[in-house]
C-alpha cells in the first residue's frame, strides 16, 4: 500500500495533489516549538523539499513544547537535529538544514527558491522580513505566533495582504516564550493548523487560507477567525536590515546600554536616545536604529520620523 493512500483517498488530494505536494519546495524559518508539529506533518504529507532554518541549539528549557528533540539532542544544531527527524519519517524527501539566522541580507535568495514559506520564529523581526520579501515575491507566507496561553496563524503574501496590513504598528509587548512563559500544547495546536494550512494552500483548497487569520485562546479553548482580503499595505514602513548592509554614509543609533551591549551592534555606531536625535544636523542621511530585538527601534522610529528628512531603517540583533 502506498505511504500517501489515506491522505490520497481524499477527492481533495487524489493523484494530482499527491504529485503536487511531491513538487514543493517549502522553507520553514524556525525549527523550534511551532515547527515541532508542522515539520513531521509536512514530511509526512510528502512535501518534496524542506529547508529548516535555525541558527540555535537544542536546549533542555525548551523540550517542554520543542516535542521533535529529545534530550540527547541538547547542545546540536536545531536546524540539523530536526532534519534528521524528518529524513527519518520519511525517506523519499529531501530535506536542507541552514544552521544559520534569517537575515535581510539570506531571505531574498531563500524564498526565491522556494513555493512555499513558514514562519515559525519567535520573533516579529523576522516575521516582517520574511512578510516584506514574500510580498514583492508574490510567495504565499504561513505566519504563527504564540505566546503564554494564546496564539494566531494566518496566511499573507502570495497574492493577499501582508502581515504589514494586519499588524501595521510596532507589538505593544516585546516579551517572547523564553520571557514570558509558553505551555506546549498552545504551540502544538497552532503549529498543527499552520501546518494544515500550509496543505490547503499547495493543494489549492477552496476558501484558500491566504487572506485568512484564526486566533486560539487555550484558556478558554476558543478559537475565532476572520478574513482580510481587502487589508489595504501601510503607505509607508521602516523595513528590517542587517549590519552588512549598513554604510559609511549612514547614521547609526545603538540604542542599547553598555550594560545590555557592551559593544555597540557596529563599529560606525553611536549611543543616542529619540531626544538625542531632534538635535541632529544631519536629517537628511539614512538613520539606522538598533536594539535587540527591533521593537524599541520601532518605536523609536515612530517618535522621530516627522522631523526626519532621510530614510529610516531598524536593525535587530537577533537578526544580524
Same mark, same amino acid.
Given at each position: ?21 511531491? $513538487? ?8 523550534? $516549538? ?68 534569517? %537575515? ?204 526626519? %528628512? ?11
Amino acid at each position: 500500500m502506498s505511504r500517501y493512500a489515506r491522505q490520497m483517498i481524499l477527492p481533495e488530494v487524489g493523484r494530482a495533489g499527491q504529485a503536487r505536494l511531491s $513538487g514543493v519546495r517549502a522553507l520553514v524559518v524556525g525549527a523550534g $516549538g511551532l515547527a515541532a508539529p508542522v515539520l513531521p506533518l509536512l514530511a509526512g504529507a510528502g512535501v518534496g523539499h524542506l529547508t529548516i532554518m535555525d541558527p540555535d541549539e537544542v536546549a533542555i528549557s525548551n523540550l517542554h513544547r520543542q516535542t521533535l528533540f529529545t534530550e540527547s539532542d541538547c547542545g546540536c544544531a536545531k536546524a540539523g537535529a530536526a532534519a534528521e527527524r524528518c529524513r527519518a519519517m520519511n525517506g523519499e524527501i529531501t530535506v536542507v538544514a541552514e544552521n544559520q539566522a534569517l %537575515t535581510n541580507k539570506n531571505v531574498h535568495k531563500l524564498v526565491a527558491e522556494s513555493d512555499i514559506i513558514l514562519d515559525c520564529a519567535d520573533s516579529y523581526a523576522a516575521s516582517y522580513i520574511l512578510s516584506d520579501t514574500c510580498f514583492v515575491q508574490r510567495k504565499p507566507l504561513i505566519s504563527a505566533s504564540v505566546l503564554g496561553l494564546s496564539g494566531y496563524v494566518g496566511g499573507f503574501c502570495g497574492g493577499a495582504p501582508s502581515l504589514r496590513a494586519v499588524f501595521p504598528d510596532a507589538p505593544d509587548s516585546g516579551a517572547s516564550c523564553a520571557s514570558a512563559g509558553v505551555l506546549g500544547p498552545v504551540v502544538g495546536m497552532i503549529g498543527a493548523m499552520q501546518a494544515q494550512m500550509t496543505l490547503c494552500v499547495i493543494l489549492d483548497m477552496d476558501p484558500s487560507p491566504l487572506g485568512q487569520m484564526v486566533q486560539l485562546d487555550a484558556r478558554t479553548l476558543r478559537s475565532s477567525n476572520f478574513r482580510f482580503d481587502g487589508a489595504p499595505e501601510p503607505a509607508q514602513h521602516f523595513p528590517f536590515l542587517s549590519v552588512s548592509q549598513l554604510t559609511a554614509d549612514d547614521l547609526i543609533i545603538e540604542l542599547r546600554s553598555p550594560s545590555e551591549s557592551p559593544e555597540p551592534i557596529h563599529l560606525n555606531a553611536r549611543r543616542g536616545s529619540v531626544d538625542s536625535l531632534k538635535t541632529e544636523p544631519n536629517k537628511g542621511k539614512r538613520l539606522a536604529l538598533c536594539c535587540a530585538t527591533g521593537r524599541r527601534a520601532w518605536r523609536a522610529a515612530e517618535q522621530i520620523q516627522p522631523d526626519w %528628512t532621510g530614510e529610516i531603517v531598524l536593525i535587530a540583533a537577533s537578526t544580524s
